[in-house]
């Protein structure tokens, strides 16, 4: 166990992970929403299926920014856990070269950070 393993985080991380609970929260309102919609109709045995296509394609744009959001989220948590083998220092995920001691740092890059 280490203790220099530190969930220092980005600006852009913060970002994009309150954009991803933002994101997330909304996809669950419409998915309630527009099953509460489509309940409502069947009651009243009236489905108006062009309102209902207008909806899920909200939900569907909405779904479509979470998992890109996401995406970019995992790229960042794998790319930023990188660490100079001579030195230790930490480097975030688009540094070529240890800012501390000039090591390469593409080379240390461990093999199961990649395609996780
Ligand atoms: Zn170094």
Redesign the pocket.
């Known amino acids: 166990m280490t203790t220099t393993e530190t969930q220092q985080s980005s600006p852009t991380t913060v970002d994009l992970t309150r954009r991803r609970d933002e994101l997330t929260a909304r996809l669950a309102e419409l998915q309630w929403d527009l099953g509460g919609l489509l309940y409502e109709m069947a009651t009243r045995n009236h489905i108006r299926v062009d309102v209902l296509v207008r909806r899920a394609a909200v939900l569907q744009e909405v779904d479509g920014e979470l998992g890109e959001v996401e995406r970019i989220l995992r790229m960042e948590e794998t790319g930023a856990a990188g660490q ?6 930490p ?1 975030s995920s688009g540094a070529a070269y ?6 390469p ?1 593409l080379e240390h890059v461990p093999s199961h950070a990649i395609g996780a």
């Not at 100079?84 to 220092?89: G, I, T």
């Open positions: 100079c083998a001579s030195c230790s220092a480097h240890c800012w501390q001691c000039g090591q740092l």
